[in-house]
C-alpha cells in the first residue's frame, strides 16, 4: 500500500495528486500548520514580471468544451448554457460578463462543481473533472477552489473568524482541525488582517456592512489556499467605492501571490479590470 492509501486516500485523489490538482497531503498540512503568511508583502504592490513568449502560450487553468447545461421545471425544459467553449488561464483574472439570465452563476457553479453539465466537459490542471462522484467533488472543492458569492453566504451564528475557519473545519474534521486550531486561528487572523478585517474578528454576519461581509467570504475562501478562485458578482452587492476596494483586493491576490481567478460580473467597468473578457450570449461564448 502507497502511503497515500494509507491515509485513505480515494485512487483519483492519488491521481489528482500526481498531476499537482492536490498538493501532497504531508506537505498541504504543514503548508496549513507551518510558516504563516507573511503579511507584510500585501503592503506593497510588488513589481508586474512581463510574461516571456512561452509564458503567453500556457495551458488553461480550468476549461470547459461545449458545455450544455438545461433546468427543468416540470414539463419544460430551460436550455441555459448550448455549448460553452471556456478557458481560464493559470495567473490570470478572467472575467465572466453577460446580461441577468445569460447562464454566467450556471457556469461558475458548473465549474466549481457544485452542479453537473448534461454534456460537454470540464477540465481543471489537465484533469477532467466534470465525472466525479459528489464525495470527489467535495474533495477537490475543499482542497483547490475558493468561492466567493454574490450574498456572502456566510453562517449568521459563528463570528467572522469562525466563518473564516468553516472550509478548515469541514476538510480537516473537527478532531484534526481541533489539535492544530492555534495554527489555523492564526493563519484566519493574519487573512482577515489581509483584507483589512483585524477589527472585527468576533462580530457576527449580521453585525457587518456588505463589504465587510464579502471581506470575511474572501479571507474564508483563501484560508485552505486554493489554486483558483471562482467569485460570482464579488461586487455586485455593494456600493462602488466598497466594490472597487473589494477588485483591489482581488487584484493584489492575483499580482502578488499569482492567484487565478475568474469573476462573473455584470458591470463591464469590473469585468475590464480581468485580464482576459469573455461575454456569454444565446448560451455560448460570444466570439470577440
Ligand atoms: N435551479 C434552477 N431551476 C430552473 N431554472 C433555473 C435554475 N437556476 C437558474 N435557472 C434559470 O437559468 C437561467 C440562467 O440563470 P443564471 O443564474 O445562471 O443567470 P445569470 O447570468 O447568473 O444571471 P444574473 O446576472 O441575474 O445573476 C435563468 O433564466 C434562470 O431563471
Ligand atoms: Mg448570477
Known amino acids: 500500500m502507497s502511503n497515500a492509501e494509507s491515509q485513505g486516500m480515494s485512487a483519483l485523489e492519488i491521481r489528482l495528486q ?16 507551518g510558516p504563516h503568511i507573511n503579511t507584510a508583502k500585501f503592503a506593497q504592490p510588488a513589481a508586474v514580471a512581463k510574461p516571456t513568449p512561452s509564458e503567453k502560450k500556457k495551458k488553461p487553468l480550468l476549461e470547459t468544451r461545449a458545455l450544455h447545461k438545461s433546468y427543468r421545471k416540470g414539463r419544460l425544459t430551460i436550455p441555459v448554457l448550448r455549448g460553452v467553449d471556456f478557458a481560464a488561464e493559470e495567473g490570470k483574472i478572467t472575467s465572466i460578463i453577460g446580461q441577468s439570465g445569460s447562464g454566467k452563476s450556471t457556469l461558475l457553479h458548473l465549474m466549481g462543481t457544485l452542479d453537473t453539465p448534461d454534456d460537454g466537459e470540464i477540465h481543471f490542471a489537465n484533469t477532467r473533472i466534470d465525472r466525479l462522484s459528489s464525495r470527489q467533488r467535495d474533495s477537490l472543492r475543499s482542497r483547490a477552489f475558493g468561492m ?20 478548515i473545519m469541514i476538510s480537516h474534521g473537527m478532531w484534526r482541525y481541533w489539535s492544530a486550531r492555534k495554527q489555523f486561528r492564526k493563519r484566519a487572523e493574519e487573512l482577515l488582517e489581509m483584507v483589512g478585517l483585524s477589527h472585527r474578528t468576533t462580530h457576527k454576519p449580521r453585525e457587518l456592512s456588505g463589504g465587510e461581509m464579502q471581506r470575511t467570504a474572501i479571507a474564508r475562501a483563501l484560508i485552505a489556499q486554493p489554486r483558483i478562485l471562482l467569485a460570482d458578482e464579488p461586487t455586485g452587492n455593494l456600493d462602488e467605492k466598497t466594490g472597487g476596494e473589494i477588485m483591489e483586493i482581488l487584484k493584489r491576490l492575483n499580482r502578488e501571490q499569482n492567484l487565478t481567478i475568474v469573476m462573473v460580473t455584470h458591470d463591464s467597468s469590473i469585468a475590464a479590470q480581468g485580464h482576459d473578457i469573455i461575454r456569454l450570449t444565446g448560451g455560448r461564448v460570444e466570439k470577440q
Open 18 to 33: 500526481r498531476e499537482s490538482v492536490l498538493p501532497d497531503h504531508e506537505a498541504r498540512r504543514k503548508e496549513l500548520t
Open 148 to 167: 466567493i458569492f454574490q450574498f456572502y453566504h456566510l453562517l449568521p451564528e459563528l463570528s467572522t473568524l469562525e466563518n473564516v475557519l468553516t472550509p
